[in-house]
């Protein structure tokens, strides 16, 4: 079966928790162990957000005003006139390679928030995880070396994380869509509203993309359990 169709239901706890733990800082709120007892479905999720975001409704468009903070982030961190960037304009003519990191940086610190937008080359990633198995493999026959590995497993997914220049997304507006499910309160032209219809629409985008769910299996009545 393809791996988009699996139900919601059949995803790991654990990743479920970390989504939540998204949307609880994307949405600036606090769950509770008791807020969980009557949440089953997405549906009930949303509702459980909103009775939480005791903000006023306004139809404004989130993704939109990130994209604006996103551009005058780029015209102040480089030297890309504000009227070549538009929704389609490729980040790696935004963050060349070699000053990547650092642009980067700039980008974050211009906008108050994680853009996220840097990851380890998947290459790096499985020799990583293959030394992570072998190492226990190890630790089985010999305890020292073994741990040794788990050691420098540890060091280098901490040095690619930190050092990592590979893009998660291509575009500009693919990027301000992503700051928007992951930052949306930050995003918001006036903090002190939500958009109702919105708020779902990213909390389910947070389950689609972080768990790589299709979007048709993430309905309301879609069920955790």
């Known amino acids: 079966m393809d791996h988009k169709l699996i139900q919601l239901k059949n995803v790991d706890p654990d990743e479920i928790h970390d989504v939540i733990e998204k949307i609880e800082r994307s949405f600036g709120i606090t769950f509770i162990p008791g807020d969980f007892e009557n949440t089953r479905t997405i549906g009930d999720l949303c509702n459980l957000v909103h009775s939480k975001l005791k903000l006023?409704?306004?139809?404004?468009?989130t993704t939109q005003h990130a994209f604006y903070m996103l551009r005058n982030a780029i015209t102040a961190s480089t030297t890309i006139d504000r009227c070549a960037i538009n929704t389609n304009t490729c980040l790696k003519d935004v963050f060349?390679?070699?000053e990547?990191?650092?642009?980067?940086?700039?980008?974050?610190?211009e906008?108050?928030?994680?853009?996220?937008?840097?990851?380890p080359k998947q290459s790096i990633v499985i020799a990583l995880m293959a030394l992570f198995a072998l190492s226990l493999v190890i630790a089985y026959f010999n305890l020292i070396i073994?741990?040794?590995?788990?050691v420098?497993?540890?060091?280098?997914?901490?040095?690619?994380?930190k050092r990592g220049k590979?893009?998660?997304?291509?575009?500009?507006g693919q990027l301000a869509e992503k700051i928007a499910r992951e930052h949306y309160l930050k995003c918001r032209r006036d903090a002190a509203t939500v958009n109702r219809k919105e708020v779902n629409q990213k909390i389910r985008e947070l389950f689609q993309h972080d768990l790589d769910l299709d979007a048709s299996v993430l309905?309301?009545?879609a069920s955790f359990n």
């Open 56 to 61: 006023e409704h306004n139809d404004a468009c």
């Open 96 to 98: 060349p390679e070699e």
């Open 100 to 109: 990547r990191l650092q642009l980067v940086a700039d980008m974050e610190h």
């Open 111 to 119: 906008m108050g928030l994680r853009l996220n937008v840097l990851q």
């Open 146 to 150: 073994g741990m040794a590995g788990l």
């Open 152 to 161: 420098a497993f540890a060091a280098g997914l901490l040095i690619a994380i």
């Open 166 to 172: 590979q893009l998660a997304v291509k575009t500009v």
């Open 219 to 221: 309905k309301s009545g």
